[in-house]
T-cell receptor, first 115, second 113 residues
Framework: GAVVSQHPSRVICKSGTSVKIECRSLDFQATTMFWYRQFPKQSLMLMATSNEGSKATYEQGVEKDKFLINHASLTLSTLTVTSAHPEDSSFYIC???????????FGEGSRLTVL | KQEVTQIPAALSVPEGENLVLNCSFTDSAIYNLQWFRQDPGKGLTSLLLIQSSQREQTSGRLNASLDKSSGRSTLYIAASQPGDSATYLCAVRPGNYGQNFVFGPGTRLSVLP
């Protein structure tokens, strides 16, 4: 299957700092990527849909200014958690859909811990 | 609004057993359905993708079926192994060519050696 790479896998930061997470589709072009947040022992919560060359579409309740998403190319989307606080600590996962039948592929996830 | 449920929430079986995981969705107008597995602290690995026009897909010891009219999909795992222990999630893509998948809560599977 297609490969989606996510970096970093783990990040620890101080409260008030900003953290950027990258999501890359390594062997296919993805016009659309998705960002999810997952709390312990819960399923994925869609945060936003990232479209190459246009603004991201955020789900209800997700702060656009808090979670900045940029999809600058067909293989890269970034999520920046701005002015992070301890409640932003979570597991963030990106995914990308390949063309054709639209199979969804996921990155390995990024564990964010805000002290 | 599409809702996806999975039963059971958790399952523990001895090695070698055949087992069935269930996924139900409320709106039968879907584009496709995908099964994933997630290991603790990891991302999701795609297992099987079933298009709305298909009734089943097979990959190795895995077989997934789809009954759109009843809003159900099952994932059959044959001859389970300890390495199959993981959380299994199903996700439905709406039939209006919507971008977003709707995920079920998952089934936590433990295969005991």
């Amino acid at each position: 299957g297609a490969v989606v790479s996510q970096h970093p896998s783990r990040v620890i930061c101080k409260s008030g700092t900003s953290v950027k997470i990258e999501c890359r589709s390594l062997d296919f072009q993805a016009t659309t990527m998705f960002w999810y947040r997952q709390f312990p022992k819960q399923s994925l919560m869609l945060m936003a849909t990232s479209n190459e060359g246009s603004k991201a579409t955020y789900e209800q309740g997700v702060e656009k200014d808090k979670f900045l998403i940029n999809h600058a190319s067909l293989t890269l989307s970034t999520l920046t958690v701005t002015s992070a606080h301890p409640e932003d600590s979570s597991f963030y996962i990106c995914s990308a859909r390949s063309g054709g039948d639209g199979e969804l592929f996921f990155g390995e996830g990024s564990r964010l811990t805000v002290l | 609004k599409q809702e996806v449920t999975q039963i059971p929430a958790a399952l523990s079986v001895p090695e070698g057993e055949n087992l069935v995981l269930n996924c139900s969705f409320t709106d039968s107008a879907i584009y496709n359905l995908q099964w994933f597995r997630q290991d603790p602290g990891k991302g999701l690995t795609s297992l099987l993708l079933i298009q709305s026009s298909q009734r089943e897909q097979t990959s190795g010891r895995l077989n997934a079926s789809l009954d759109k009219s009843s809003g159900r999909s099952t994932l059959y795992i044959a001859a389970s192994q300890p390495g199959d222990s993981a959380t299994y999630l199903c996700a439905v893509r709406p039939g209006n060519y919507g971008q977003n998948f709707v995920f079920g809560p998952g089934t936590r599977l433990s295969v005991l050696p």
